[in-house]
């Protein structure tokens, strides 16, 4: 079940890796038709379209990966009203998933449970556009991202979770007033961050077959009415990322051992970063997306 993954398309530049079972997902969602894409070899996808239903004209494009112990996803969406009363905008979705069986053997040959020690890095920048000047009778700006990276690991699972949501709405009395909010969870329990190296801990059993899965999901929303413009990305290519076992203990000492996976990968150390050439096609991505956008809007 070894696989090497080479990205074509402008991008051979990128370093082949051995890959587990892998997933790669977009989707975009709004007005029209909307767009999808979808490699479950875990190759590099990108979907973007654009729609104008009621002149409020909407912009999308998404990116996922899933190779080895990297999962990356880029997201963007533009919506631009166009004093319009009713609202419109886009959603998109991304998942990426890496699926992997694994066997730990102590070198020793010690035999039941023990404690294996990993960690895991998560990584995102966020950009974010919202403004409702007025005067349209319904005028409102709104946008909201999602990024949620988990590892699931001899069916215990362990989560890193970032959440953001901003609105603005004009009122004749009092002008644009804004709210939103923006929160990290790890866990299920709320924290200042989840970014950056993250350890956990999980029990499993000496030559004993385990399964491991890693997932990352991105969601952007962004929606206008009246004479709001709505804009919201996220750039998480560089994003989640395996950064190796730690340790495996049994009773608080280090154990010396092996591990046996059914892909090839080393889980054991950390992933290598992922290349430039991922980064920059989701550059390249974004930029062509508002290059097509302003010209639409230059032609309305």
């Known amino acids: 079940m070894l696989r090497i993954l080479i990205f074509t398309a402008g991008l051979s530049a990128a370093a082949s890796l051995a890959n587990a079972a892998a997933l790669s997902d977009v989707l975009i969602s709004g007005p029209g038709p909307g767009c999808k894409a979808s490699d ?7 979907a973007s379209c654009t729609a104008t239903a009621d002149r ?15 999962l990356g ?15 419109g905008g886009y959603t998109a979705l991304t998942y990426a998933q890496t699926v992997d069986r694994l066997r730990i053997d102590a ?4 035999q039941g449970q023990a404690l294996l020690t990993f960690a895991v890095s998560l990584a995102v920048q966020r950009t974010s556009i919202t403004n409702a000047p007025g005067p349209s009778a319904v005028t409102f700006a709104g946008t909201g991202s999602d990024l949620r990276a988990d590892v699931t690991i001899a069916g215990e699972n362990h989560s890193l979770w970032l959440t953001e949501t901003y609105r603005v709405d004009y009122r004749p009395e009092t002008g644009p007033i804004g709210d939103g909010s923006s929160v990290a969870y790890i866990d299920d329990v709320a924290v200042p961050s989840a970014l950056g190296p993250r350890t956990f801990a999980v029990p499993f059993t000496f030559g ?13 929303f962004a929606g206008a009415a009246g004479d709001g413009h709505a804009t919201m990305n996220i750039e998480a290519m560089n994003s989640f990322d395996w950064k190796g076992i730690q340790s495996v203990t049994v009773g608080g000492r280090d154990v010396a051992f092996s591990l046996t996976s059914e892909s090839g990968v080393d889980w054991i150390s950390p992933v290598p970063e992922p290349t430039s050439a991922w980064l920059l096609a989701s550059g390249l991505a974004a930029c ?13």
Do not use: I
Request: proline share 1%; glycine share 10%; net charge negative.
């Open 288 to 300: 062509a997306a508002l290059v097509c956008m302003r010209q639409r809007r230059d032609k309305l």
């Open 40 to 46: 479950r070899t875990g190759a590099l996808v990108t």
């Open 208 to 220: 004993q077959e385990f399964d491991l899965q890693l997932e990352l999901r991105g969601y952007v």
């Open 107 to 110: 070198s020793n040959g010690e």
């Open 73 to 87: 996803t880029a997201v963007f969406v533009d919506t631009q009203a166009h004093s319009a009363d009713g609202p």
């Open 56 to 70: 409020v004209t909407t912009t999308g494009s998404a990116t996922a990966v899933a190779a080895g112990g990297h």
